[in-house]
């Protein structure tokens, strides 16, 4: 069996954050980084294409802004990202599309500076990890199915494999073990971190849990395009209004200028709020890709060259973001860390300026780190 004297579940930005930042503080224990993707960024990962080896869609977020005044040791993690080149500000124009079809530069979202990972958004993980170097290990593709609490240790492991990692403090960066909504998604019967300290062990535990079950998600359906247009002079994200927001149930629309003259595009496609199982989810994907791609064209009219080339599109598919932000009760910081069950959170769920956002998981993990140090002076 592994062991690591720190487990962390999740390889996007809180999770690798978290690691880089414990190295920037001289934390010398071992880690294990385990992520049920084939490698980093979570929501900020990038779409690739086997039969393209150029090709990288960031089909989550792509991008995020930062509120000031951020925290020194944010500051810090952020620095040697901005140094390296890998953290930027974003290239192209975010415009908002109003219901009567004009699109303008206004307020909103428009209107923040927004920062971009460059070449791409998982490019912004996999330089966090390459800076968490050290005694640290990586498993990508393992998807922790059980917690086990065996004396002072946590044990992870998958279904359907012998793999199983032993450690003495666990992070959650995600929220999905501890969160209900596996129940319905995943077919489980009972919340995996529940099921591994039963309720009345470890008061601050409980609180936590208690706290997670009652928060929502937004599911996002987003549609991949590849485009046979050049897309350099196009805005790169264009935010529909909130009234078109709700009347189209599409979010935004978010462009890729890619190295062969094409172009990706994300259509952000809200969520109707049908029941989603393991069920009803291949018959959704089918029902949101027809209901997006016929939409698109009176969305573009403002750009009738983009328009043109969505008639000879590819899709590359919808993808489901089950929960792609946390929407209302975050995690208090104050339960970050239970010390009985020597368990810790991190991620967007966690209370605090950026809550739901990219920032919220850059503020946990630096907040996270710092509780974790100090413990060990
Ligand atoms: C479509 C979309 C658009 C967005 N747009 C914006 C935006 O414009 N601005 C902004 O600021 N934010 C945006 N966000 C939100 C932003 O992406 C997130 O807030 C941020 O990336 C969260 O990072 P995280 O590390 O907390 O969580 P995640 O990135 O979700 O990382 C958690 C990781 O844990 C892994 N994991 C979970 N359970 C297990 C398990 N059992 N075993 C192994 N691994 C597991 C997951 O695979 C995942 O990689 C957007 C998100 C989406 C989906």
Redesign the pocket.
């Given at each position: 069996m592994l062991d690591a004297d720190l487990a962390v579940?999740?390889?996007?930005?809180?999770?690798c954050s978290l690691i880089a930042r414990l190295r920037q503080l001289n934390w010398s224990g071992t880690i294990a980084l385990?992520?049920?993707?084939r490698g980093p960024?979570?929501?900020?990962?990038t779409r690739r294409r086997r039969d393209r080896p150029q090709w990288r869609l960031d089909?989550?977020?792509?991008?995020?802004?930062l509120d000031d005044p951020l925290p020194e040791g944010l500051k810090a993690l952020l620095a040697p990202l901005r140094e390296n080149g890998c953290l930027r500000q974003a290239g192209g124009t975010v415009v908002t599309l109003a219901m009567d079809g004009s699109a303008s530069r206004a307020e909103g979202a428009a209107d923040v500076e927004w920062l971009e990972g460059k070449p791409f958004m998982a490019s912004i993980c996999e330089a966090l990890l390459a800076m968490g170097e050290g005694a640290t290990t990586q498993h990508f593709g393992?998807?922790?199915?059980t917690l086990q609490r065996d004396g002072n240790h946590w044990c992870l492991s998958e279904d359907g494999s012998d793999w199983q990692l032993r450690a003495s403090r666990l992070v959650l960066?995600?929220s999905?073990?501890a969160h209900p909504r596996s129940l319905a998604m995943l077919d489980w019967r009972q919340v995996p971190l529940r099921e591994a300290v039963p309720a009345g062990q470890d008061p601050d535990l409980d609180h936590a849990l208690d706290a997670l079950a009652q928060s929502r998600a937004a599911v996002?359906w987003?549609l991949m395009l590849d485009l046979p247009l050049n897309g350099d002079q196009l805005p790169r994200q264009i935010w529909l209004t909130p009234e078109a927001q709700e009347h189209w149930r599409v979010e935004r629309l978010v462009l890729h200028p890619q190295a062969d003259n094409r172009t990706g595009l994300v259509m952000?496609g809200l969520d109707s709020g049908e029941p989603i199982t393991p069920q009803t989810q291949p018959v959704l994907l089918k029902q949101e890709e027809a209901r997006l791609r016929e939409l698109l064209p009176q969305l573009l009219q403002p750009w009738p060259d983009l328009q043109g080339a969505c008639k000879a599109a590819e899709s590359l598919g919808v993808m489901r973001?089950g929960a792609?932000?946390p929407l209302d009760h975050p995690l208090p910081q104050s339960m970050q860390w239970c010390d009985a069950s020597a368990l810790g959170f991190?991620?967007?769920?966690v209370e605090g300026p950026?809550f739901?956002?990219?920032?919220?998981?850059l503020r946990s993990a630096v907040n996270l780190a710092q509780i974790l140090v100090t413990q060990a002076a």
């Open positions: 579940i999740g390889a996007g930005l809180a999770g385990v992520e049920a993707g960024g979570g929501r900020t990962a089909h989550g977020a792509p991008g995020f802004h393992r998807r922790i199915r960066s995600g999905l073990l996002r987003n952000h973001w792609s932000r991190c991620g967007d769920y950026g739901g956002r990219a920032e919220g998981a």
